[in-house]
């Protein structure tokens, strides 16, 4: 299976300021089908990014997402109070579909 | 938007099953979607258990592929998990997403908590 390793568990940032979040997979990811969803406390996650860099509906566009092979990245480039949250990646193109451990933003 | 609403026991004895349904609205199970169920324990990350085809196909996490079972009954709109021979390593939020292999988790049901305890 494909493990992915997301980094840094955990990110302490201020609103306004960028985040930049990494995930790595340990074998090159089929057809770039690789997504990004974040999670806040008590809620189910929501889909941000799918296809490595496409934006699901509804998503702001300080929202982005690049990569290829086996390195990804999310990056949201201004923070707002709501985008603190825990991401997870995902890559759904081999079974059984992963998720990465997630990466924790957290307000500085 | 599909909408997704497991339902099912919140607690479980061990060695038992574990069986949630979840009900899909606003849209029909039988079109062209994979329909997943992902876990997360307390405090833990996502899990994937497995998925089903509106054809019936299915797909297995090999970690629990001996004690799962997904089924689909397309004349109530619902998909069930069932998984057997249960410990307190089972005990989880259970959520049920339409998505799968080739597409994203697009939609995601509320979840629902799981304890295995006697």
């Known amino acids: 299976e494909i493990v992915l390793t997301q980094s840094p568990d955990t990110l302490s940032l201020s609103p306004g300021e960028r985040a930049t979040l990494s995930c790595r997979a340990s074998q090159s990811v089929n057809s770039n089908y690789l997504a990004w969803y974040q999670q806040k406390p008590g809620q189910a996650p929501r889909l941000l990014i799918y296809?490595?860099?496409s934006r699901a509906t509804g998503i702001p566009d300080r929202f982005s997402g690049s990569g290829s092979g086996t390195d990804f990245t999310l990056t949201i480039s201004r923070l707002e109070p709501e985008d603190f949250a825990v991401y997870h990646c995902q890559q759904y193109g081999i079974s059984p579909l992963t998720f990465g451990g997630g990466t924790k933003v957290e307000i500085k | 938007q599909v909408q997704l609403q497991e339902s099912g026991p919140g607690l479980v004895q061990p060695s038992g099953t574990l069986s949630l349904t979840c009900a899909v609205s606003?849209?029909?199970?039988?079109?062209?979607?994979?329909w997943s169920w992902v876990r997360q324990p307390p405090g833990k990350g996502l899990e994937w258990i497995g998925e089903?085809?509106?054809?019936?196909?299915?797909n297995y996490n090999p970690s629990l592929r001996s004690r799962v079972t997904i089924s689909l009954d397309s004349s109530k709109n619902h998909f069930s998990l069932n998984l057997g021979s249960v410990t307190a390593a089972d005990t989880a939020v259970y959520y049920c997403?339409?998505?799968?292999?080739?597409?994203?988790?697009?939609?995601w049901g509320q979840g629902t908590l799981v304890t295995v305890s006697s």
């Open positions: 606003r849209g029909s199970i039988s079109i062209n979607n994979w």
């Open positions: 997403a339409r998505g799968g292999i080739y597409s994203s988790l697009v939609d």
């Open positions: 296809g490595v860099s």
């Open positions: 089903i085809y509106h054809t019936g196909s299915t």
